[in-house]
């Protein structure tokens, strides 16, 4: 019997919703980003609202919004997290600081904790959706129906190759392992830079 026939007459316990949003500004000096991220249940109702700057890839401002948490002690713990100014924004830096200026979470919340990492964890992909839409021309672009737009298997193909040429995404999963690299597919968007390569004239700026 599968997984899902097991459960489809019984009540489901608790449902937990997490999401993520970004807004990007290139054109600001700084180039910035703001990103929110939410947790939902029927105990949290929580937002961390956090402004990047693109440049330099860091952590200039952060808020947190307790609607709704389960104990009247919990907004108690946003104080905590006045740290995150000037952080670095990626993984190992926010495990880090937390770690450092947290210890053991005694004084933090484990929910905005779950917070910042959901937005870091998304941020690279975002970022790289965000990026391709502006570089990849219309007429390759699998998202845009450009009037002289190639045949979609064509622009699916060629967009699957310039994400592998990355060497970030390269052997990053299934998808994007050099088994499905083509010499030919990528031909079209050979010449066209890379997300990293966007990413690091982006700090250079």
């Not at 939410?38 to 947190?64: N, T």
């Not at 924004?89 to 947290?102: D, K, S």
């Not at 937005?119 to 998202?143: C, H, M, T």
């Not at 845009?144 to 064509?154: I, L, S, T, Y």
Request: net charge positive; proline share 6%.
């Amino acid at each position: 019997m599968s997984i899902r026939k097991k459960i489809q007459n019984t009540p489901v316990g608790l449902e937990r919703n997490m999401s993520v949003s970004f807004w990007w500004l290139f054109d600001q000096i700084p180039p910035r980003a703001f990103i929110e991220s939410k947790i939902y249940d029927r105990y949290h109702d929580i937002s961390l609202l956090l402004e990047i700057d693109l440049a330099k890839q860091v952590v200039i401002g952060c808020e947190i919004e307790e609607r709704r948490t389960p104990f009247g002690t919990c907004p108690g713990a946003i104080q905590s997290y006045h740290f995150l100014t000037g952080k670095k924004f990626n993984r190992p830096a926010l495990e880090i600081a937390v770690r450092e200026n947290i210890p053991a979470s005694k004084n933090g919340c484990i929910r905005i904790d779950q917070l910042l990492y959901y937005a870091v964890d998304n941020f690279v992909s975002a970022l790289g959706y965000e990026l391709k839409s502006r570089q990849i021309p219309d007429k390759w672009n699998e998202e845009r129906h450009a009037p002289d737009a190639e045949p979609f298997d064509k622009r699916s193909a060629a967009v699957h190759q310039w994400w592998i040429r990355d060497r970030v995404m390269k052997n990053s999963c299934f998808t994007m392992s050099k088994q499905f690299q083509n010499e030919e597919a990528k031909i079209p968007l050979q010449k066209e830079p890379t997300i990293t390569t966007m990413l690091l004239a982006m700090r250079k700026s």
